[in-house]
């Protein structure tokens, strides 16, 4: 039952444009959303999250949205650069649960 | 280094043998989690701990498969009988006290296991 997912496997983007990551959810009951970044044979790197009462989260390049009611959550990456090249992964939590579930990621590739 | 550390990061082991997985969380952070990466795959939980206590197993597989997270050391990930299957990345993950608001979890680097 994957109540996360990431539809897009892979995304190419050129240096300097913006790269935009969508996740969509299934459970209401998910109050609490986060991004990873993660670069091959290392463990997930913390991005940025968000509450669900808010519907924007902003930390220098990156940016989270977060529409409710469609169950969707998105991040902005801008300007993408080559060291943005990595797995992204949508994670979502019930504050009270502790776990996360996480989507099957997506690959992001900044090419020059 | 005060970040999340597991040990080893990689280990190799055979058909039936067990296999240890080593986390050391954050300084203070009391909430431990462990994940599991399959290839080509997402993580996937499968124990959440404080100390002393196992707080959801749920993703924990009903046989062979436990977690335990000491009042000192470390937690340890226990494998038993190891199968091919088991072949994956297993991530550990810490987090601060719930009343602290945090609900960020902080990824340690990862033991890849392999089963010949």
């Known amino acids: 039952d994957q109540q996360v997912k990431q539809n897009s496997p892979s995304l190419s983007v050129q240096e300097g444009r913006i790269s935009i990551l969508n996740c969509d959810y299934t459970n209401s009951m998910f109050d609490y959303f986060l991004w990873y970044k993660k670069y091959p044979a290392e463990g997930p790197t913390f991005l940025i999250s968000?509450?669900?009462?808010?519907d924007k989260n902003e930390d220098g390049r990156f940016t989270v949205f977060l529409n409710k009611s469609a169950k969707h959550l998105s991040l902005h990456i801008v300007p993408s650069q080559p060291g943005d090249s990595a797995v992204y992964f949508c994670a979502a939590s019930g504050a009270s649960w502790g776990k996360l579930q996480f989507g099957a990621g997506t690959q992001v590739v900044v090419t020059p | 280094n005060a970040g999340v550390m597991q040990n080893p990061r990689h280990l190799v082991r055979r058909r039936g043998q067990e296999a240890r997985l080593r986390c050391s969380p954050m300084?203070?952070?009391?909430?431990v989690y462990w994940y599991r990466q399959l290839p080509e795959e997402g993580l996937k939980f499968m124990v959440y701990l404080q100390k002393e206590n196992i707080i959801d197993e749920s993703g924990m597989p009903k046989e062979r498969f436990s977690a335990e997270f000491p009042k000192e050391g470390p937690s340890i990930l226990r494998i038993q009988q190891v199968v091919r299957g088991d072949s994956a990345a297993y991530f550990c993950a810490s987090s601060a006290p719930s009343g602290l608001q945090s609900y960020e979890q902080y990824f340690g680097p990862g033991t890849r296991l392999t089963v010949t």
């Open positions: 968000i509450s669900s009462i808010k």
């Open positions: 300084k203070g952070h009391s909430h």
